[in-house]
């Protein structure tokens, strides 16, 4: 089936350490996104992908770092120099780049940071 | 500045009931509106999409309506499922210069008791 697969589902990270969450989808869909989602408040972009070698930086791209290296994987790296990494990340794909088509969103990531 | 409120921040209804989830928006301009269903540590799914000529959308048992003069929208939901209990995230879509930016509020949790 097609869809959008996110690894791992569960992380804990010391403080610190980088961590990678894998994002992988077979939509063939152009544009690859990554949101983060903190408790009562709406998500919001880290990172976005419009097509392969090429991200620009979301509203909180700061501390975290990503590359598209194919049109199926969009991984995002969470540095020790984001402060408060501690979220649920979530991976989306559309059509339209820049957010013009139907999101799919991944089933997401929660980091801890111990 | 771009928001978008949602209300009330939860809910909760015995199965069978209706219930209206509002959301309002200072988002401008204006592409598109969009209602998503979340379960509980998972990925949010897309119930519709509605442009500015849309004033009511259906899907099964949800209806979106869309009030663009007075920046309203409301996700009405009819004989309410267990299987309803999740948040309701309401996003609206600016048409900017460099594509289409996504402004997410902060969701509506809804528990349906039986």
């Known amino acids: 089936d097609g869809g959008i697969t996110q690894s791992p589902k569960y992380l804990f990270r010391k403080e610190g350490q980088n961590v990678t969450l894998s994002c992988e989808q077979n939509l063939n869909h152009d544009a690859m996104y990554w949101y983060r989602q903190d408790p009562g408040q709406g998500l919001r972009l880290i990172y976005y992908s419009q097509i392969v070698n090429d991200f620009q930086k979301g509203d909180i791209a700061e501390g975290y770092s990503v590359s598209r290296e194919k049109k199926e994987s969009f991984p995002l790296t969470v540095t020790s120099a984001q402060k408060n990494p501690t979220a649920f990340y979530l991976c989306?794909?559309?059509?339209?780049?820049?957010?013009?088509?139907?999101?799919?969103f991944g089933e997401g990531s929660r980091l801890t940071v111990l | 500045k771009n928001q978008v409120e949602q209300s009330p921040q939860s809910l909760i209804i015995l199965e069978g009931k209706n219930c209206t989830l509002q959301c309002n928006y200072t988002v401008s301009p204006f592409s598109n509106l969009r209602w998503y269903k979340q379960d509980t540590g998972r990925g949010p799914v897309s119930l519709t999409i509605m442009t500015f000529s849309e004033n009511t959308k259906s899907n099964g048992r949800y209806t979106a309506t869309l009030d663009a003069d007075t920046k309203q929208s409301s996700l009405h939901i009819t004989a309410s499922q267990l299987s309803d209990s999740a948040s309701y995230i309401c996003?609206?879509?600016?048409?900017?210069?460099?594509?289409?930016?996504?402004?997410f509020g902060a969701g509506t949790i809804l528990r349906v008791k039986s």
């Open positions: 996003v609206v879509s600016a048409n900017m210069e460099y594509g289409n930016k996504l402004v």
């Open positions: 989306a794909s559309s059509w339209g780049g820049t957010n013009t088509g139907e999101l799919f």
